[in-house]
């Protein structure tokens, strides 16, 4: 799937760089074995929205594996402004900042072969406006669970995505726009890129914190709902909750607020994007601006 605007100019360890010479090393780390941490950003009237939200989970998550970071927050918010406006792109944009454990002079899984390697901070920038239609997108179960926390806590926002990337694989043979991926206890998880809620009645109800990665879009979609008068659940969410569900979306960063219409061939409500999720996706947008950021104090 091609983006609207070629990406011409990348960060890369402290410079920037033509796409053609954002070279990176294939002793890297996060190519060797995906040691890395990423975030993804979206682009609104030049700013980047939540800029200091994701550069801040970025430094938790590159700490929590254990990857030492030279540069500062701030260093990296700012690069990442940088990067946007050396493209000149103002809106309809995605941000990826991936960040790996470095170069180390051989290979292995030993992380002590990186003790004195700096790590490799990698920033792009491409024009892409949301991929998925507002109109509403299918999904199809996925036979692929989502990873639960005894083997690898979904909290941490590493480059280990084999498991939704063969998710979304059978989606694609299925005919669905995305996976819906069951936790390990056969309860809905979230699917290969995004949250999921439901709503019934005035019940706004979304899978609890153990096998997902809980958002930035989700939890700005817990204040938002109040506004709706929907009472907010994070609770187990079944299958058969899904089917029986009133409207049903999905959140993310990257893709805002979608509307899901049907789920393994059935129809979710009116098979049409509900009341509540439109007015919460329009809430949603006027937020988003608001909490864009264009400059580094």
Known sequence: ????????????N?????????????????????????????VYRGGVFQLHEHVRRLFLCAR?????????????AKAILDTVAANRIEEDAHVRITVSRGDPLSSGMDT????NVEPTVAILVEGKKPQMPKSGIRLATSSVRRTP???LDPKLHTCNQLGQILAKIEANNAGADEALMLDTDGFVAETNSANIFIIQGDILSTP???S??????????????IERDLRVRETRVSLGDVYMADEMFITGTVNQI????????????TGKAGPHTGALLERYLQEAEKLTVTAVA
């Open 112 to 115: 002590r072969i990186c003790a």
């Open 212 to 225: 997902i990665m809980p958002g930035f879009t989700r939890q700005l979609v817990f204040d938002l709902a």
């Open 208 to 210: 609890r914190a153990d």
């Open 64 to 76: 929590a594996i254990g990857i030492r970071m030279s540069l500062t927050e701030r260093d990296v």
């Open 14 to 42: 402290g410079r920037l760089v033509p796409r053609s010479e954002a070279r990176i090393s294939i002793w890297d780390r996060g190519f060797q074995s995906g040691d890395a941490v990423y975030e993804g950003l979206r």
């Open 258 to 269: 979608v509307p899901v219409i049907e789920v393994d061939g059935r129809a979710i409500g």
């Open 1 to 12: 799937m091609q983006s609207q605007i070629e990406p011409q100019v990348c960060f890369l």
């Open 149 to 151: 926390a005894q083997c």
